[in-house]
């Protein structure tokens, strides 16, 4: 049974930072994409970063961009999201997402076929 279980989300002050890590078990990650989406109350899931299997292209939400980044320890099948200068609008609960295609990554929900139960990240102001 594959899991992915996402950690380290909690309450922050705006400027603060947080570091999420999503822990895959059940099926090795290594030659597939993984991502971050994060869903706030009364919002859509949103595409937040993604990563390839090898690490050499990353891609980002607009709204996140210099701010956050996206990386991964293939030899611990674990995807990581560093969040700096966070924001209130940054408040969310955080889902990482892995997919079986080996190529690229991707920005749609469709594209990824495994999913974790979220973290809650609360920005206070």
């Known amino acids: 049974q594959v899991q992915l279980v996402e950690s380290g989300g909690g309450l922050v002050q705006t400027g603060g930072s947080l570091r999420l890590s999503c822990a895959a078990s059940?099926?090795?990650?290594?030659?597939?994409?993984m991502a971050w989406f994060r869903q706030a109350p009364g919002k859509e899931r949103e595409f937040v970063a993604a990563?390839?299997?090898?690490?050499?292209?990353?891609g980002y939400a607009d709204s996140v961009k210099g701010r956050f980044t996206i990386s991964r320890d293939n030899a611990k099948n674990t995807v990581y999201l560093q969040m700096n200068s966070l924001k209130p609008e940054d408040t969310a609960v955080y889902y990482c997402a892995g997919t079986m295609t080996t190529s690229g990554w991707f920005r749609a929900r469709g594209s990824y076929d495994y999913w974790g139960q979220g973290t809650q990240v609360t920005v206070s102001s």
């Open positions: 059940g099926r090795t990650f290594s030659r597939n994409a």
């Open positions: 990563i390839s299997w090898s690490a050499i292209s990353t």
